[in-house]
C-alpha cells in the first residue's frame, strides 16, 4: 500500500485548506484512516481519523469543530477539510493507515505517506 499527500499549501488565518490522501492498494472495512501532523520542532500528533468500513470520524480537540475528515470507498481516498484555520495550524500533514483498529498513538499506524506543509500565516 502506498499513500499520498496533497494539498497543502500556504494560507491566511481564517481560511481554509483540503488536503487529499490517494491510498494505492486495498483496504479493509476494519482499517481506520488517520491523519497526523508535525509542527516545526515538535513530535507528531493525532489530527483526525476516520473507520473506512463505518465512515465514524474522530477528532483531536485542537481541531474539533473546524476540520472534517472525510472518505471515498470508490476513489480509495481520504480527505481533511480544514476550516477557520490558525498559525499553529501550521506543520507538516501525513495521511497513515492503521490495520489494527481505531487509535490515536503514531505508533499503532504501519503505513504512512510523505508530508504535504502546511503553513498558516498573514
Known amino acids: 500500500v502506498q499513500l499520498q499527500a496533497s494539498g497543502g499549501g500556504l494560507v491566511q488565518p481564517g481560511g481554509s485548506l483540503r488536503l487529499a490522501c490517494a491510498v494505492s492498494?486495498?483496504?479493509?472495512?476494519?482499517?481506520?484512516m488517520g491523519w497526523f501532523r508535525q509542527p516545526p520542532g515538535k513530535e507528531r500528533e493525532f489530527v483526525a481519523a476516520v473507520r473506512w468500513g463505518s465512515g465514524g470520524t474522530y477528532y483531536a480537540d485542537s481541531v474539533k469543530g473546524r476540520f472534517t475528515i472525510s472518505r471515498d470507498t470508490a476513489k480509495n481516498a481520504v480527505y481533511l477539510q480544514m476550516d477557520s484555520l490558525k498559525p499553529e495550524d501550521t506543520a507538516d500533514y501525513y495521511c497513515a493507515r492503521c490495520r489494527s483498529g481505531l487509535s490515536y498513538a503514531v505508533a499503532s499506524y504501519s503505513d504512512w505517506g510523505q508530508g504535504t506543509q502546511v503553513t498558516v500565516s498573514s
Open positions: 492498494g486495498r483496504v479493509f472495512s476494519s482499517h481506520v
